[in-house]
DNA sequence: GTACCATATATCAAAACGATATATCGATTT
DNA sequence: AAATCGATATATCGTTTTGATATATGGTAC
């Protein structure tokens, strides 16, 4: 009942869907993945390479084309690893915002400092809800399709959030120009 | 222009308001903190001996009352590397949320499991949420002192998002359940 | 043909996490 | 008075993750 490794989860879960490789994993997480998780070769790799030796996933070494690559599927041993994080519900959830932490210690710098530092933040939020409003419109679509809705639930857990995020923004503004709510 | 590490930053913003032990350190963050950011007694009592020997913090040794105990306190140094990292607008903002992940992968499991997830995400968010309103409204009767306003936003920022969390929550068992959107 | 970018694997130092060890102080219980 | 227990307090250790870098090849644009 050791704590899995995360990073374990993240992998076998995308190799549930289809066989990868290391560097195809970095490039699914850095896309859809990325709005609540995320992970570095420097964790994909080693990861690989012990739930390879533990018999979670196996090597599918092509080098049909030429170039080295090597292909990782995943094992039954490797789904029953996944299928029993799944059917555990607790879960830890983290956010982890420097935009807050300079907030809640604004004091200690000029109010019109805090303020940009919120509308750098406002602006990144802005893009990525741009981002993501564009992914639900084409997710909708394909609604009906069993493995989109989880996708789709994701996208829309981060337009909820973002939006809330921008609420906030226009009230914090206001709260510190001496708006007081 | 090194990455400072981010412990520091939390530390030195925590001793500008008052000298403090690494024990307190802790439990600060644990407290109003803990809601977008956390340490750990690994990082901080590091964190402190490094930053003593930097001169950004000095230690205030008081065994007076018997007990050992080191209090830190911040120097010009100190306060001079709190306020530049403030002053960089720029800031690193990370949802790490496993509920998310367990949701993106819940084509792996029957949709019950993945329903019970979000019912337990859903009880973990209305207690929290319970709490940063009764720091809402304690707040709101002293926010005419300058520094409970960052305090202050830094709540209104939870409840924002924890409330977007719920409306969430319910749209995703709708869809599970069928009730496409 | 060469410059450039995407692909691909791998490693390393630094940072953070989470657990544990150790010990003392104060309050409550027996 | 002794024992127990929880809060205070410092510190370290193994593991995980990050972020940067090294190395090299394939494809393509000029």
């Known amino acids: ?18 066989p990868l490789t290391g560097y195809d994993i970095k ?3 850095d896309g859809a993945i990325r709005f ?18 533990a018999g979670l996933v196996t090597k599918e070494s092509s080098s049909e084309s030429g170039r080295e690559k ?20 607790q879960a830890k959830n983290e956010l982890k915002y420097e935009t807050l932490l300079k907030l809640f210690f604004g004091g200690a710098v000029d109010k019109q400092t805090t303020i940009h530092t919120i509308e ?19 997710l909708a679509r394909v609604l009906e399709q069993q493995d989109h809705v989880y996708y789709y639930l994701t996208v829309t857990f981060g ?16 709260v510190l120009l001496g708006n007081l709510p």
Chains 1, 2 share one sequence.
């Open 27 to 29: 490039k699914r997480i």
């Open 120 to 138: 750098m933040f406002e602006q990144n939020v802005r893009q990525e809800l741009e981002l993501l409003k564009r992914y639900e419109q084409n």
């Open 159 to 174: 337009i909820e959030t973002y939006e809330g995020y921008l609420r906030w923004c226009e009230k914090a503004k206001g």
């Open 70 to 89: 090597i292909v990782y599927a995943i094992t039954p041993s490797g789904t029953a690893a996944l299928t029993a994080w799944l059917q555990d519900s």
């Open 1 to 18: 009942m050791a704590n899995e490794r995360k990073i374990d989860m993240v992998i076998l879960g995308l190799l549930s869907h289809e």
């Open 36 to 53: 609540f998780w995320k992970g570095s070769f420097g964790s994909i790799y080693p990861a690989l390479n012990t739930m390879e030796t």
